[in-house]
C-alpha cells in the first residue's frame, strides 16, 4: 500500500532552517506530484508548494518564496522540505502528500516544527 | 490566509443530515476549478472525502455527498453517525493567487 512517512519533530530557534523528510513507498514516485501543506495550531490547511517527482518543476506560494525549497530524491523516492529564516509563526504540523489531478490522495503522518526562543 | 468561507460550526443528532457550505469567489470555484473535501480527526492528517466537487474516492461512504453551484460548494452528510465528528475542510485551486486554497474549516458535533 502507499504510504509517506516523515521524519520526527523539531524545535527551532527563530532564524534558523528545518529540513523535513517524507520518504514514499508502494508507487512509482515520478507518477504524482508531491505536496507541501502546514497547519498552524487550530487553523486550517496552508498549501506551500508542490514538486514535479519526475521533471523536478516546482511552484510555491507566493508568501513563501525565497525561503523555502522542495526537493525530490527519485534514488530513494523521498521528498523534502527545507524552510529558511524561521519565524515564530512558523510553527506548525507540516505534511507531505500526493499531488495528482488536483487530489491529495495520500499524506504523510505530520511533522511538528516548533519555533522557540 | 483562507479564501474560501465555512460556517465554524454545525451539529446534529445521530441519523441527521448536515450540511456543510463553502464559499468562494470567481477567481476559484466561480471560475470552475474542482471543489475538494476532507475530514480531520484531532492529532491526524486530512483524509479526502470528495474530489471533482462530487465524487467519492472508494472507500468513502455514501453517506457523504458534494455539490456546488456559482461561488460556493456544499458538502452533506446523511444519516450522520458518531464517527463523522471533527473538522472538515475545502479546497478548490485560487487563479488569481496561482495555487491551491482551503476553507476556514467547520467542526462537526454529533449531538
Known amino acids: 500500500q502507499i504510504q509517506l512517512v516523515q521524519s520526527g519533530a523539531e524545535v527551532k530557534k527563530p532564524g534558523a532552517s528545518v529540513k523535513v523528510s517524507c520518504k514514499t513507498s508502494?508507487?512509482?514516485?515520478?507518477?504524482?506530484?508531491m505536496i507541501w501543506i502546514r497547519q498552524a495550531p487550530g487553523q486550517g490547511p496552508e498549501w506551500m508548494g508542490w514538486i514535479n517527482a519526475y521533471s523536478g518543476n516546482t511552484k510555491y506560494t507566493q508568501n513563501l518564496q525565497g525561503r523555502m525549497t522542495i526537493t525530490a530524491d527519485t534514488s530513494t523516492t523521498t521528498g523534502y522540505m527545507e524552510l529558511r529564516s524561521l519565524r515564530f509563526d512558523d510553527t506548525a504540523v507540516y505534511y507531505c502528500a500526493t499531488l495528482a489531478a488536483g487530489r491529495l490522495d495520500y499524506w504523510g503522518q505530520g511533522t511538528l516544527v516548533t519555533v522557540s526562543s | 490566509q483562507s479564501v474560501l468561507t465555512q460556517p465554524p460550526s454545525v451539529s446534529g443528532a445521530p441519523g441527521q443530515r448536515v450540511t456543510i457550505s463553502c464559499t468562494g469567489s470567481?477567481?476559484?470555484?466561480?471560475?470552475?476549478?474542482?471543489v475538494l473535501w476532507y475530514h480531520q480527526l484531532p492529532g491526524t492528517a486530512p483524509k479526502l472525502l470528495i474530489y471533482g466537487d462530487i465524487n467519492r474516492p472508494s472507500g468513502v461512504p455514501d453517506r457523504f455527498s458534494g455539490s456546488k453551484s456559482g461561488t460556493s460548494a456544499s458538502l452533506a452528510i446523511t444519516g450522520l453517525q458518531a464517527e463523522d465528528e471533527g473538522d472538515y475542510y475545502c479546497?478548490?485551486?485560487?487563479?488569481?493567487?496561482?495555487?491551491?486554497?482551503f476553507g476556514t474549516g467547520t467542526k462537526v458535533t454529533v449531538l
Open positions: 470567481s477567481s476559484n470555484i466561480g471560475a470552475g476549478y474542482d
Open positions: 508502494g508507487y512509482t514516485f515520478s507518477n504524482y506530484n
Open positions: 479546497q478548490s485551486y485560487d487563479s488569481g493567487l496561482s495555487g491551491y486554497v
